[in-house]
């Protein structure tokens, strides 16, 4: 239908779940301050959103993963059922991005996963939530960055160009931005992607996104750097 | 009133297959005793007094008079059980089981006296031989009775004492797993609200510091970063762990979540293979053998354990973690029995864990044995140690 369209001209309509009043005061208005965004609902819990948030008036919704009275990823595949177009993006006070891996692998287009501190500056999160918005995963850049390819996982088999592909993607980054970001023309990170998804065994088989999936392996078959 | 009589039931149930058991008692002491008598008594008869003189035949073989006798002494014993078993003297008082011994007694001095004399092995001439037949049969009656209620008392008494000791051991588990569930309440608590509140206002705290910083010129700018690193480093490791101490909040989407969320955050130096039957697993949770997040707990802290022992003491660069769901190991006879819940970690360390006498496997084999599970550690095919841990379902 037109919702990539409407998502290029409209403006993205927020719906925030958040049960930590001054932190959901502080992103609504960080938020409405960017044009192209505006927060249409919120609530403060599991119970609350569900009484009250329509899905099908929303385009993406930023969901604490703790809340008070519930697990805001059961509540996001909730509200993802009623309405299959709608974004999610996670957020935590701490890094529990691998909650990720949690969500059914067919499901898993459109949800992203930012840490509350990340959340808190700009253009991490608006970044975040118009690569959601156009159905991309978008991982923390910040805790992305202190990952490292685990020791014996395919990652680590990666070229040194391919990985830094896999690392942009997995940010949520289209390609034309990747190509911009690295110096190198579109086509080339193409290529990059094609033999970042040949090595991990995906294919585009309509049932599932490669580009996301690959953003999850990503996660997956990384670590924490030793501190 | 229906639903009461549902809940007697079982109680009810038991009281009688209790008294079938004790009838039976009765019943087969009484004709075991009462037949060992009866053949000695007639073996006996035929040794010391001869083939005797009430003999139908006075010149047959003394073989066939004594299977004669044998065989109705048999006849008197069984009658003598059958009365027993009937009489239920076993649940009487004293003077009812008396009256019940002493009703038995006679009916099988009677019958017994009746018997012989039908079968021409007394006659009613020689009545102080027909007395003493008769006597002797009530006197042994009234013994082998004897000896089958005391019998059965003893096995009542056994049976209750047995009884109270399981029922003992029940409320002792029961008391102990409800400790277990309100401290894990309590923890669960404390842990949320540091992983929540907590957490949120370390973050709202630093976004505040955040601001102030640009305002201010750049020496005191500094000095607030500082500050706003070192708060981040407070949230994200102290409070976290502390949180993580008292609760793994990953357990409540399943074990295989905390099990993944804990190998998630090993360095990325280490090899980690993590494996789980999950389809098996989920059908488990589908047929209600789930494992519960107290024993799930349980089997995330073992492989915290393994994996703190293999990195800390062991200097492991490779871990193996495999989640499985054993079939049930129940006997034919016995309820059908949970399903086994078997986590094996491996490692390439140095080896040499051990169970010890109060080290954290120790203590993590004493809970696993509270729920029927074990612990045990071997050589690993890696190198290192292989601990597995065993665990039924709910």
């Known amino acids: 239908m037109d919702e990539d369209g409407s998502v290029g001209r409209a403006r993205i309509r927020l719906g925030i779940v958040e049960d930590q009043p001054l932190y959901r005061q502080m992103l609504t208005t960080l938020l409405d301050s960017v044009s192209d965004l505006t927060v249409v609902a919120s609530a403060g819990g599991v119970a609350e959103a569900d009484a009250s948030l329509d899905a099908s008036g929303l385009d993406v919704a930023l969901l604490d993963i703790q809340l008070g009275d519930g697990d805001g990823i059961e509540l996001g595949r909730r509200l993802r059922a009623a309405n299959p177009e709608l974004g999610i993006v996670l957020l935590s006070a701490v890094d529990a991005m691998h909650t990720l891996l949690e969500i059914p692998r067919g499901e898993l287009r459109a949800w992203s996963y930012l840490s509350k501190s990340s959340a808190l500056s700009a253009p991490a999160l608006v970044a975040a939530i118009r690569a959601t918005a156009q159905g991309r995963t978008a991982l923390d850049p910040a805790l992305l960055q202190t990952r490292r390819p685990r020791r014996g996982s395919v990652v680590e088999t990666l070229g040194d160009r391919q990985r830094e592909v896999l690392a942009l993607l997995a940010q949520g980054l289209s390609n034309t931005a990747i190509a911009e970001r690295m110096g190198i023309a579109p086509r080339t990170v193409d290529n990059h992607l094609n033999a970042v998804y040949a090595a991990l065994g995906l294919r585009a088989d309509g049932l599932r996104n490669p580009r996301v999936e690959a953003a999850i392996r990503y996660l997956e078959e990384t670590g924490v750097i030793e501190r | ?394």
Do not use: K, W
Request: glycine content about 10%; overall charge neutral.
């Open chain 2, 1 to 394: 009133m229906s639903s009461n009589a549902e809940q007697a039931s079982p109680a009810a149930a038991e009281e009688q297959a209790d008294r079938l058991s004790d009838r039976n008692t009765v019943f087969l002491v009484t004709a075991v005793a009462g037949a060992v008598f009866g053949v000695l008594a007639s073996t006996q008869a035929i040794i010391v007094f001869g083939v005797g003189t009430a003999a139908p035949d006075p010149s047959g073989e003394p073989v066939g008079s004594l299977l004669l006798r044998i065989a109705v002494n048999l006849a008197t014993v069984a009658l003598i059980a059958l009365l027993a078993r009937a009489s239920g003297a076993e649940r009487r008082e004293l003077p009812g089981r008396i009256g019940a011994i002493a009703a038995l007694a006679v009916s099988g001095g009677v019958f017994r006296a009746a018997v012989q004399l039908a079968f021409g092995l007394l006659s009613l001439g020689n009545l102080p031989a027909v007395i003493a037949e008769a006597g002797s049969a009530a006197v042994v009656a009234s013994v082998v009775m004897t000896l089958a209620v005391l019998v059965t008392d003893a096995r009542r008494r056994l049976r209750e004492t047995e009884r109270a000791r399981a029922r003992q051991r029940l409320l002792a588990i029961a008391a102990l797993e409800s400790l277990r569930s309100e401290e894990l309440r309590v923890r669960r608590q404390v842990a949320d609200s540091l992983h929540g509140s907590v957490q949120n206002a370390f973050v709202v705290l630093a976004a505040q510091l955040e601001g102030i910083a640009r305002r201010v010129p750049a020496p005191e700018a500094e000095e607030l970063s500082a500050v706003i690193r070192r708060l981040d480093v407070l949230r994200e490791q102290e409070v976290r762990s502390l949180s993580r101490a008292l609760y793994p909040a990953e357990i409540r989407r399943g074990v295989v979540a905390a099990l993944r969320a804990l190998l998630g955050r090993l360095p990325a130096s280490i090899e980690v293979e993590f494996t789980a039957d999950e389809d098996r697993l989920r059908q488990a949770q589908g047929i209600g053998a789930a494992l519960g997040q107290e024993r799930g707990i349980l089997l995330v802290r073992v492989a915290e354990e393994a994996l703190s022992n293999a990195l800390r003491h062991g200097g492991a660069g490779h871990v193996r973690l495999v989640l499985s769901l054993a079939p049930p190991q129940g006997t034919a006879q016995s309820a059908p029995a949970a399903p086994v819940y078997c986590l094996v970690f491996e490692d390439d360390g140095s080896g040499g864990a051990v169970i010890g006498e109060t080290g954290g496997l120790a203590r993590l084999r004493e809970q696993l044995a509270l729920y029927g599970g074990g612990l045990r550690v071997q050589p690993s095919e890696l190198g290192g140690s292989r601990i597995e841990a065993r665990l039924p379902a709910s």
